[in-house]
């Protein structure tokens, strides 16, 4: 079992910062890669970011590549999602996803099936 939890969402200006946290917990945390998803409205889910466990590795999506960065702290087991640059079309329900990877060197790809657990999401809206 992994429990993911979200923190940081919220209301910000076009151009503004913001930083999404993922807190992982449970007895095989240690096992599993966690990466960003965001589903705007009436859009389908799609992924932002994925890094491998040892944090080495990462993809980004073309809207994103240049102004997010995927971190992760596995002493605190936690991911984050340094957003910059932020846009209106940023706007959406940002989740992590926990997939199992027993390979630590390897990154994800942002497919669904790929996925075990799911966090509860956490609003951002980029007003411009």
């Known amino acids: 079992q992994v429990q993911l939890v979200e923190s940081g969402g919220g209301l910000v200006q076009a151009g503004d910062s913001l930083r999404l946290s993922c807190a992982a917990s449970?007895?095989?945390?240690?096992?599993?890669?966690v990466d960003w998803f965001r589903q705007a409205s009436g859009k389908e889910r799609e992924s932002v970011a994925a890094i491998s466990r040892s944090g080495t590795n990462t993809y980004y999506a073309d809207s994103v590549k240049g102004r997010f960065t995927i971190s992760r702290d596995n002493a605190k087991t936690t991911v984050y999602l340094q957003m910059n640059s932020v846009k209106p079309e940023d706007t959406a329900v940002y989740y992590c996803?926990?997939?199992?990877?027993?390979?630590?060197?390897?990154?994800?790809?942002?497919?669904?099936?790929?996925?075990?657990?799911w966090g509860q999401g956490t609003q951002v809206t980029v007003s411009s």
């Open positions: 996803a926990a997939g199992f990877s027993p390979l630590a060197g390897t990154v994800r790809r942002g497919r669904l099936s790929e996925y075990d657990y």
């Open positions: 449970g007895r095989t945390v240690s096992s599993y890669a």
